[in-house]
């Protein structure tokens, strides 16, 4: 009889437990069903607000390019511009009359300022990627060029990056005057507007008449000089085959070597007078303007970051989490190993907007929204993302802990309602060895052949 009420007792806990099985195992499936919804939701919260970034920055991006297109056309169009830009044109044919050549000593001093100056500046800025012939680049130089090289850098007494410092040269000659009355100005406008330089250039030779900042190109003939082939040269020729209604001619960003072989981009525009193209007014583009735009992080958390890519596949702005290993300079310095390939890059250089989950460049899985914008007649990727990390922290430091918690109380109440219920149910078990028999609503017992039914019999 006892082992019957032990079997007895056993199949009613299993009954029990199987009882509350059934209970608690939907309420397991809610809160992860639950848990997985809320961690969409928060997915598709990043995933607004990084699109919402990436077209802030595209429209800021955007704005700036066709600023930067207004103020060429208005400088290029300025009376005062076209009157410098003759003065400089009337200047070339008077030195190329009175002094189209340097003497023995000058021209050493000449090849002396690149050999000690600027020689070993572009072999440590090109990490040494750049060998330099300073004699074979004199000699490449026309008689013009080398005078007005020698005159503003060879005996110009400031150092390389602040050359735009002199403002006449030393000694008698037709060039100083002229400059030193028009290059305040220009500097000023230059430093207002954040150009790197400005340049003034001969539409019949190709001449570089002036430049603000006097690096290497100044005085250079864009047509048969060193530099022909050059960005700045591309930029001159493409100025000179619009019309003033046409806009302007834009060179995206490529190692330019007066510039000691960092990267920059040129615009440019004619200068008309008289419905004849006289020269061509070309500005360097910033890329610290650039950098600025897209290193503003609202939006983006503590790793996120927004990035512009050209055509190339290579940074035109600077990583904002390590703007030393990855930069625009870095990346022209080293095409091969610092093209981004990302999902986000491809399909943005193929027009495209949208996000996805992809790799970035420091080999974590990003939450990237990409899309793609026109400057001039070349095609950038521009993209903003955030560690998936980092997206999901919210989830997991706040939402997913309270909807565990919830679980966890739950789970705790319903194990305690059992536990009381087996003990009670077990406790009545031992006094009564049985429970007492099921009654009709007559008050007889409910039995078959006479037998009084056990409920617990076929537990």
Same mark, same amino acid.
């Given at each position: 009889?006892?082992?019957?009420?032990?079997?007895?007792?056993?199949?009613?806990?299993?009954?029990?437990?199987? /009882?509350?099985?059934?209970?608690?195992?939907?309420?397991?499936?809610?809160?992860?069903?639950?848990?997985?919804?809320?961690?969409?939701?928060?997915?598709?919260?990043?995933?607004?607000?990084?699109?919402?970034?990436?077209?802030?920055?595209?429209?800021?991006?955007?704005?700036?390019?066709?600023? /930067?297109?207004?103020?060429?056309?208005?400088?290029?169009?300025?009376?005062?511009?076209?009157?410098?830009?003759?003065?400089?044109?009337?200047?070339?044919?008077? !030195?190329?009359?009175?002094?189209?050549?340097?003497?023995?000593?000058?021209?050493?001093?000449?090849?002396?300022?690149?050999?000690?100056?600027?020689?070993?500046?572009?072999?440590?800025?090109?990490?040494?990627?750049?060998?330099?012939?300073?004699?074979?680049?004199?000699?490449?130089?026309?008689?013009?060029?080398?005078? !007005?090289?020698?005159?503003?850098?060879?005996?110009?007494?400031?150092?390389?990056?602040?050359?735009?410092?002199?403002?006449?040269?030393?000694?008698?000659?037709?060039?100083?005057?002229?400059?030193?009355?028009?290059?305040?100005?220009?500097?000023?406008?230059?430093?207002?507007?954040?150009?790197?330089?400005?340049?003034?250039?001969?539409?019949?030779?190709?001449?570089?008449?002036?430049?603000?900042?006097?690096?290497?190109?100044?005085?250079?003939?864009?047509?048969?000089?060193? !530099?022909?082939?050059?960005?700045?040269?591309?930029?001159?020729?493409?100025?000179?085959?619009?019309?003033?209604?046409?806009? /302007?001619?834009?060179?995206?960003?490529?190692?330019?070597?007066?510039?000691?072989?960092?990267?920059?981009?040129?615009?440019?525009?004619?200068?008309?007078?008289?419905?004849?193209?006289?020269?061509?007014?070309?500005?360097?583009?910033?890329?610290?303007?650039?950098?600025?735009?897209?290193?503003?992080?609202?939006?983006?958390?503590?790793?996120?970051?927004?990035?512009?890519?050209?055509?190339?596949?290579?940074?035109?702005?600077?990583?904002?989490?390590?703007?030393?290993?990855?930069?625009?300079?870095?990346?022209?310095?080293?095409?091969?190993?610092?093209?981004?390939?990302?999902?986000?890059?491809?399909?943005? !250089?193929?027009?495209?907007?949208?996000?996805?989950?992809?790799?970035?460049?420091?080999?974590?899985?990003?939450?990237?929204?990409?899309?793609?914008?026109?400057?001039?007649?070349?095609?950038?990727?521009?993209?903003?993302?955030?560690?998936?990390?980092?997206?999901?922290?919210?989830?997991?430091?706040?939402?997913?802990?309270?909807?565990?918690?919830?679980?966890?109380?739950?789970?705790?109440?319903?194990?305690?309602?059992?536990?009381?219920?087996?003990?009670?149910?077990?406790?009545?078990?031992?006094?009564?060895?049985?429970?007492?028999?099921?009654?009709?609503?007559?008050?007889?017992?409910?039995?078959?052949?006479?037998?009084?039914?056990?409920?617990?019999?076929?537990?």
């Amino acid at each position: 009889m006892k082992q019957l009420s032990r079997i007895h007792r056993r199949r009613l806990r299993f009954g029990l437990y199987l /009882i509350s099985f059934v209970v608690s195992a939907p309420l397991l499936v809610f809160l992860f069903v639950s848990a997985g919804q809320v961690r969409q939701m928060v997915l598709d919260a990043a995933t607004r607000s990084l699109s919402s970034v990436r077209q802030n920055k595209k429209y800021t991006i955007e704005r700036y390019f066709a600023r /930067i297109q207004k103020q060429l056309l208005e400088f290029a169009g300025a009376p005062r511009t076209k009157d410098a830009a003759e003065r400089f044109v009337e200047l070339e044919k008077e !030195l190329l009359q009175n002094r189209s050549s340097l003497s023995s000593t000058e021209q050493r001093r000449l090849e002396e300022f690149y050999e000690k100056e600027f020689a070993p500046e572009l072999v440590r800025q090109s990490e040494g990627q750049v060998s330099f012939d300073a004699g074979a680049w004199v000699q490449e130089l026309d008689g013009v060029s080398q005078v !007005l090289q020698y005159l503003f850098l060879a005996s110009n007494p400031h150092e390389m990056g602040t050359k735009y410092v002199q403002l006449s040269a030393e000694g008698d000659n037709i060039y100083s005057p002229f400059h030193g009355s028009i290059h305040p100005r220009l500097v000023e406008y230059q430093q207002r507007f954040g150009f790197f330089d400005i340049y003034l250039v001969a539409a019949e030779t190709g001449r570089v008449m002036y430049s603000v900042f006097k690096e290497v190109d100044f005085g250079t003939s864009l047509k048969s000089g060193p !530099l022909s082939e050059s960005g700045l040269a591309r930029a001159f020729r493409g100025a000179l085959a619009r019309n003033e209604a046409e806009g /302007i001619a834009f060179v995206d960003f490529e190692s330019y070597l007066p510039a000691l072989h960092e990267p920059i981009s040129f615009v440019a525009a004619p200068i008309v007078r008289g419905g004849q193209k006289v020269a061509v007014a070309i500005f360097q583009v910033p890329l610290d303007t650039l950098n600025l735009v897209m290193a503003e992080s609202s939006g983006l958390g503590l790793k996120g970051e927004s990035y512009l890519v050209g055509e190339d596949r290579l940074r035109r702005s600077d990583s904002v989490r390590d703007p030393v290993r990855h930069s625009v300079s870095r990346a022209f310095l080293h095409p091969s190993t610092e093209a981004l390939q990302a999902e986000s890059v491809t399909r943005a !250089l193929k027009g495209e907007s949208g996000t996805v989950i992809t790799q970035n460049p420091y080999g974590e899985e990003v939450l990237s929204a990409f899309s793609w914008l026109r400057i001039a007649q070349h095609d950038w990727a521009i993209i903003s993302e955030q560690p998936l990390t980092n997206v999901l922290d919210p989830l997991d430091d706040d939402q997913l802990a309270r909807w565990v918690a919830l679980g966890l109380w739950v789970l705790t109440c319903i194990c305690a309602v059992e536990f009381f219920v087996l003990r009670g149910v077990a406790f009545l078990v031992s006094r009564r060895g049985s429970l007492p028999p099921l009654r009709s609503p007559s008050g007889d017992p409910l039995s078959e052949s006479g037998t009084t039914i056990d409920p617990t019999a076929r537990l």
